[in-house]
Nanobody
Framework: VQLQASGGGLVQSGGSLRLSCAAS????????IGWLRQAPGKEREWVSC????????YYAESAKGRFTISTDSAKDVVYLQMNSLKPEDTAVYYC???????????????????????WGRGTQVTVSS
């Protein structure tokens, strides 16, 4: 049971990258997926999340208008399209999964990193100025 993030790299300011998060060993049907990032010396920061159905999305202010989260349910893959990248977007990006089926929390709680119980290894995104 794992998540694997990929697609990171080095890009110039203003450029674009598309990150992928692939699930193996479980289906994304029952999980919301979040993207979070951690820059050197900083705390982990939530970026975006998408509901298990793919019908709802949520973005941090820093990501609104520039990043788009989407899902390919047939492939159990979630994408994060990042446009107009800035040097401050430089970080290791992680995807993580959380199930809200228990009802203890709901999708609007997805910015809370502590709720995620499945994490993938991160992918490095570096934006040069």
């Amino acid at each position: 049971v794992q998540l694997q993030a990929s697609g990171g790299g080095l890009v110039q300011s203003g450029g674009s990258l598309r990150l992928s998060c692939a699930a193996s060993g479980f289906t994304l049907d029952d999980y919301a997926i979040g993207w979070l990032r951690q820059a050197p010396g900083k705390e982990r920061e939530w970026v975006s999340c998408i509901s298990s159905s793919g019908g709802s999305t949520y973005y941090a202010e820093s990501a609104k208008g520039r990043f788009t989260i989407s899902t390919d349910s047939a492939k159990d893959v979630v994408y994060l399209q990042m446009n107009s990248l800035k040097p401050e977007d430089t970080a290791v990006y992680y995807c993580a999964a959380v199930s809200f089926l228990s009802g203890s929390y709901q999708f609007t709680d997805c910015p809370s990193a502590i709720l995620y119980d499945k994490w993938g290894r991160g992918t490095q995104v570096t934006v040069s100025s």
